[in-house]
Each structure stands twice: as C-alpha cells, then as structure tokens.
C-alpha cells in the first residue's frame, strides 16, 4: 500500500528514502498511522458496548474492516473537508454499513491523534533500545578486543599520554549507557491523552453515559486497557507537550553521543593521526575530482544528523510553552516535519 503518489519526480523528505531504516519510517507512515487510528476507535467502541451504548454487531463491523485502510478514499475526501481525521471517519464509515455511525462517538480528535501518537512514541522508542543495545554489544566487543591496544591520548588536540583503544572506546560506550538509562526513564513515561473529549473535561462521556451508571473514567480505563496504553491523570485538549519535549530531549543525548564518537573517528582517520579508519569499499569512491580520497562520509553523515536531531528539543520546549490555555494548533504543522525526524535515531548512514 502506497502513501500517495509521490516519486523523485517532485521533492520528498530525504528520510523517507535515504536516512532512517524502514522500520521507524513503517511507525511513522500515514497508513500506520490510520491503522492505529482505527485500533483506536475500535477500542473505544468495545468499551462503548460495555456500558451499553452501542451494539456488538456494530464493533463487529468496525473490527471486520480495521485494516481496510483505503489512502486514496480518504485523501479524496480531505479535500472537501480539510481535515484529515475526519476525512478517516468517512472513509472508515463507508467501509461499514451497520458499524459507521458509531465511529468516534463522544470524541475529540486528539482522543485519536494524541493516543495514537502515544503507541508510535512506545514503538519508536522500543526499536531505538534495540538499535542502542546493538551499538553498545558492539562496543563491548571492541573494548574487549582492544584493551591492551596502546595508543596516544590526546588534550587540546596535542598528545598528552598514553591510553588504550579499549579504554577510549570504554569513554563512548559509558555516554550510551546513560543514553540508554535515560530512554528507558522516557519510555516508561510515555502516556496517551485517554478519553476526555474536548478540552479534557469528559463532559461529553459524561452526557452519554449519564443514563448507564458508567463513570467516564470507567470507559476510559476499559478502552486505554484494550490499547495497551496508559492515560494521563488530567490534560487539556491534548496530552501535554512536555512529553514530546522529553523525550526529543533523549533523541538529542543519543545524537549527541553518537556525534561525539564519529567526530573522534574523524579525527583519528585524518592523515596528522592516522590511527583508525572507516571501511571503505572496493568501488567507493572518495571525491569526484579526487578519486583517492577516502572520505570518512558514514562518520560525517552521523554529525551532520546528529546536528539536525539536537534542534529539535527546542521545537517542542516552544510546543508545550506557547500551547495557551487548553489548546493551540500552532504545534501541528512543525510536529508533522519532527515526525519524519525522529527517524535518524536509528538511522544508518549512507554518504552524505
């Protein structure tokens, strides 16, 4: 399934073919997310059925057609209407002919967007934890390997005493350690909006379930346990921003690390070192106009990246701080491009 009709012919994102791995780019996707918008409403809807407002037969519909995601239907209806949730909801809805009329009962967007944007953030951060214990067993390998290897350390770029190659190495992978430790902490805090409806108040759950004897937190617990997903205690029309805030922060002490490391390794491949190198394939080629060269390009892409990542926690500190009151939108264009961002954290570097 294709996102739209989008090729080389016009400009894309250049992560959505040449840095990032196709994992991150898949959690990222607009059909994944679509998906997860209709996990989402399906969730909601089963807890709906529990407290008696609407059918089985109508769940069943919706849970029958789940991972009918139909991208053209539903950009052909965005046009009209302009908003690309909703444009979802009538695509879904016509899918659905005994189901349809229940999708997004008593909800706001951000019910769906932020709960959705919550189970990316926990798969997204899953994969980075697999990509960083990787980088970290292969560090201890070499440190293993290289712990009596002698080498000069150096200060102010001028040698100063001798050191180990393995005991360098040790310097890095002791920054990723805490990279990793810092990830964990974000990961498990990561929570969704829940089911408040608009501005947070659940007044409109409140108003369908009044006559059921369900509180809304109820259905909210029942749907969020059906998602695999935590709530916050209280928001306003979204989750709160300082979320995304944190964890962009712990993207930018994994970039930070990992520019650390490869500025090091540019250094030592210079010439006036000349202690360790890059592979450098049999047919790659160093400069057009100079052949010979042997460019250390993966290293240079990892800090050219890593610069790119370390702006981001300052978009989102704007996000949560200029959000007024319960709720500006002047924060959904630029996390659309942070989105596509959030894939160089488990990026694998090409030539620049």
């Not at 290293?299 to 704007?318: F, N, Y």
């Amino acid at each position: 399934m294709t996102t739209g009709a989008y090729t080389h012919d016009t400009y894309i994102s250049p992560y959505t073919w040449r840095y990032g791995s196709d994992a991150m780019r898949r959690i990222w996707s607009e059909v994944n997310k679509r998906l997860l918008w209709r996990r989402i409403w399906v969730a909601l809807a089963r807890a709906q059925a529990e407290a008696g407002l609407v059918r089985p037969e109508q769940v069943a519909d919706l849970e029958a057609h789940r991972e009918d995601v139909d991208w053209e239907r539903a950009q052909e209806i965005e046009r009209d209407l302009r908003h690309d949730l909703m444009a979802e909801v009538r695509a879904y809805a016509e899918q659905c002919p005994v189901g349809g009329g229940i999708i997004h009962l008593g909800a706001t967007s951000m019910d769906v967007e932020d709960n959705a944007d919550a189970l990316r953030l926990g798969d997204a951060l899953a994969l980075v934890r697999e990509r960083l214990r990787a980088v970290l067993g292969a560090l201890a390998e070499r440190i293993e390997a290289e712990a009596d290897t002698l080498t000069m350390a150096y200060t102010h770029l001028q040698p100063a005493e001798p050191t180990t190659l393995g005991y360098r190495l040790s310097q890095y992978a002791q920054d990723f350690l805490l990279d990793l430790d810092a990830l964990e902490g974000a990961a498990a805090g990561v929570r969704g909006k829940g089911f408040k409806g608009a501005v947070g108040t659940s007044a409109s759950y409140q108003h369908l379930l009044e006559e059921r004897g369900v509180p809304p937190r109820a259905l909210e617990e029942r749907a969020m346990a059906q998602l695999g997903l935590l709530a916050y205690r209280v928001t306003s029309q979204t989750y709160p921003r300082k979320m995304d805030y944190q964890v962009l922060s712990v993207l930018a002490g994994i970039a930070q690390s990992a520019h650390k490391f490869a500025l090091d390794l540019r250094l030592l491949q210079s010439p006036l070192f000349g202690e360790l190198a890059e592979p450098f394939g049999r047919h790659q080629v160093g400069s057009s106009a100079m052949p010979f060269k042997r460019n250390p390009v993966a290293s240079e892409t990892i800090c050219s990246l890593a610069r790119a990542v370390a702006g981001l926690p300052r978009i989102a500190w704007d996000n949560a701080a200029l959000s007024a009151l319960e709720r500006t939108l002047d924060d959904s264009a630029n996390r659309r491009s942070a989105r596509s961002a959030r894939s160089v954290s488990s990026t694998s570097p090409s030539a620049g």
